[in-house]
């Protein structure tokens, strides 16, 4: 069995593996990490989540 069940549909950081704050503005989405206290770019995002990124090619 995984022991991974934290990650449900909540991207995680790319640095810091903590769950990310998801901002959607103006028609874009925008990544905030509470404990890094930074955004994080959607692509680092993308790369650090590819299962819940795998439908939107
Ligand atoms: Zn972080």
């Known amino acids: ?11 995680i950081c ?6 990310l704050d998801v901002i959607a503005a103006c028609g874009s989405i925008s990544y905030f990490c509470d ?3 930074l955004l994080k770019s959607s692509k680092r995002v993308r790369e650090a989540n590819p299962e819940l990124f795998k439908e939107a090619e």
Do not use: F, G, I, W
Not at 14 to 19: L, N
């Open 1 to 11: 069995m995984p022991n991974e069940s934290l990650q449900t549909a909540v991207p």
């Open 14 to 19: 790319p640095d810091c593996k903590r769950p």
């Open 35 to 37: 404990h890094c206290n």
